[in-house]
């Protein structure tokens, strides 16, 4: 991307017109100090130099941008290296033009090769997306999605999702099966935010709204006492009990509250006799 000879603003003082577009190009390339670059400030301007060598044009080896990053090297002698650096670069502008010039068409070049290297790999991508034929998404998208394969539209989707509609009470949408599934997972969740209630102050410590740890349970080791005749439906069977372990799991936090609650009291009401903490009955 050559810039033409004569640029927008070469013939301005230094740094005059030239600080909206560097912070604009230095901001899309990720520079570190955009908005405290200034162009005046020679010892940023070098190292402005040195970070688009060593972070996004990368046209000479380390070895080679030694006199480059020798920000502290008299003015001549960094000049000169900068001057040899562009001429590298095969930069169109002479040595007449300013710096603040030349240094615009460095950040083009840098902007122009972070691009190409950006739409590389956009090509790159569609170019294994078409070897991948079937593949309406990535693998990262499908990563984790039960519905994965599933056909939305089918009549055995709908019967299953109304038919759980019904075992939660919930009413299911006239046309769309996804939506009553969504009412259902939603409804199901509520249920688990009320097993996980706050914790009382038995539990460890454990903060408010802090989720306990659940264990892990084989629903087909149990009948959680779910009647007969509501076996047949293996659905309902599985749901039925789901729902006892829930209304389980509600009591035993209820009685926690109750123990913790009964304890707060004792402390504030305790006679030495019956004080728990002394570890001893009596005086």
Known sequence: MALPRALPGAGASPGVGFDGVFRRRLSYLGYFDTNGFSAQDSKKFRSVVVWLEDQRIRHWSPERRSNLR?????????DRAFEEYLTA??????????K?????????????LEFTEKLDQIEEAERKQKQSPGKKESNVDNAGDPLTGVDLGSTKFREAVNQLAVTLKIIPHPSEPKITLLACCAYLNRLDDQVNVKTSPRDGGKKKGQKKSMQRVHLEDHTMNVAKQHRADEGLYQALKILQLLKVQRLRDLQDTVNATIESVQKLTADPKTDTRLGKVGR
């Open 70 to 78: 020798n920000l502290s090297a008299s003015r001549d002698d960094w």
């Open 89 to 98: 670069l095969q930069c169109p502008l002479d040595l007449h033009t300013s």
């Open 100 to 112: 603040n010039t030349r240094l615009v068409w460095l950040l083009g070049r840098a902007v122009e």
